[in-house]
């Protein structure tokens, strides 16, 4: 498994002004943050549906939203003067990055007025790293292996890694860790990898690395 580190992660975070009131007395927009909320899960619902009705696609194609934190208020008697919800929405690099901002937007003016957006991190690199079999690279990165019989397949990995740096730069970054038949468990309980494993990718890494550093004849930037 290759997972090709790209990412964009956007994390917006929508506020939603409301007049503060004890409790007694109807909020004045109740349906304002329940909007956002639900125009929010309502995409992560048709990218769930693309996912899940094509076959081909993984994870690393579509576009991933989490609603994770929503914050407002001090006291139980007293409404909050405003809500503030925080999304992380994980893009590919095949995605357009402005028609997200502008979907975005869109949420906000339809739950009324009041309702602004802002990103507390905003990552936008569309470069992605060539995996053609005619790319003097990529061939080498496959032929190592084909080589040591290890079957692969691409795909863009869903997390953000400190690849993004390099790739910003315009330079190539594959993500690439050989656990053959090892479950991911990264940040996860009892994460793990087989002393067998470690030194079968020890192996693959030493037919890797000699096929990449003589690569001929071509520019590396």
Not at 140 to 148: G, H, N, P, T, Y
Not at 185 to 207: M, Q, S, W
């Amino acid at each position: 498994m290759i997972p090709s580190s790209i990412e964009d992660q956007p994390r917006p975070t929508t506020t939603v002004l409301l007049t503060p009131t004890t409790l007694p007395k109807a909020p004045p927009r109740p349906a304002t943050t329940q909007s956002i909320i639900n125009s929010a899960l309502d995409f992560r619902e048709e990218q769930r549906s693309i996912l899940k009705n094509d076959p081909s696609k993984r994870l690393g194609d579509v576009i991933t939203l989490n609603l994770t934190k929503v914050e407002g208020g001090v006291l139980v008697n007293v409404l909050p003067e405003k809500f503030t919800l925080l999304l992380d929405i994980r893009l590919p690099p095949t995605a357009n990055f402005k028609e997200m901002d502008e979907r975005i937007a869109g949420w906000c003016k339809k739950a009324g007025p009041g309702v602004t957006c802002r990103f507390l991190v905003k990552t936008e690199i569309p470069f992605m790293t060539p995996t053609a079999s005619d790319d003097p690279f990529w061939a080498a990165f496959e032929k190592s292996l084909r080589d040591e019989n290890c079957e692969f397949e691409k795909e863009i990995f869903t997390g953000a890694t400190d690849s993004r740096f390099v790739r910003e730069q315009g330079y190539r970054s594959i993500g690439f860790s050989p656990m053959i038949n090892t479950p991911s468990l990264l940040h996860d309980h009892n994460e793990y990898l087989n002393e067998a494993v470690f030194l079968r990718g020890v192996k693959i890494y030493e037919t890797l690395i000699d096929n990449l550093a003589n690569v001929k004849d071509v520019r590396i930037h």
